[in-house]
């Protein structure tokens, strides 16, 4: 349930309308799952992006320790609903706890980032083997396609 005032964001319509699409399926794989996306409007604007898609690359980034450098956390965040900036006062975060509550401002920025600058690319590391034959042993026998299924859930070449 929202608070009053508040709006959709416009990707969760989108996310809805791929629902829809996903409970008529039986993707069991992520080229499947991908399909389902695409199929799921007609003007084709919902596209999947791959992580292991070598020509639409998706690259992690550590965000949270990059930013931590150069932003103040701001405590209780989760009290505050109203949130806005202001171009004559760049480094201030602006909160109201409701729409009609006292404005509190907030000088977040600790030092400004240098043009261009990226954090480091985020290493996901791989399953580990107990996670691997958990998966194989627990999750595997629900495929019904077998080529998805060693895709998904391949046996680990690691002995248990």
């Known amino acids: 349930m929202m608070l009053l005032g508040h709006t959709k964001f416009t990707p969760d319509w989108h996310f809805g309308v791929w629902k829809i699409k996903w409970?008529?399926?039986d993707a069991e794989c992520m080229e499947d799952?991908?399909?389902t996306v695409k199929a799921s409007?007609?003007?084709r604007h919902n596209i999947p992006q791959r992580v292991n898609d070598p020509s639409r690359p998706v690259?992690?980034?550590n965000w949270k320790t990059f930013l931590e450098n150069y932003f103040k956390l701001l405590k209780n965040i989760t009290?505050?609903?109203h949130f806005r900036c202001t171009a004559d006062e760049p480094r201030v975060l602006i909160c109201r706890e409701f729409c009609d509550s006292e404005e509190v401002r907030f000088n977040l920025l600790k030092a400004r980032p240098e043009a261009g600058?990226?954090?480091t690319v985020k290493v996901i590391p791989p399953l580990d083997h107990l996670r691997q034959w958990y998966l194989y042993e627990k999750i595997a026998p629900f495929?019904?396609?077998e080529v998805a299924r060693d895709?998904?859930?391949p046996k680990p070449s690691i002995p248990k």
């Open 23 to 25: 409970r008529q399926s």
């Open 33 to 35: 799952i991908a399909y």
């Open 41 to 43: 409007s007609r003007s």
């Open 59 to 61: 690259v992690f980034l």
């Open 79 to 81: 009290k505050y609903y």
């Open 117 to 119: 600058c990226l954090p």
């Open 143 to 145: 495929f019904i396609n």
């Open 151 to 153: 895709i998904v859930c």
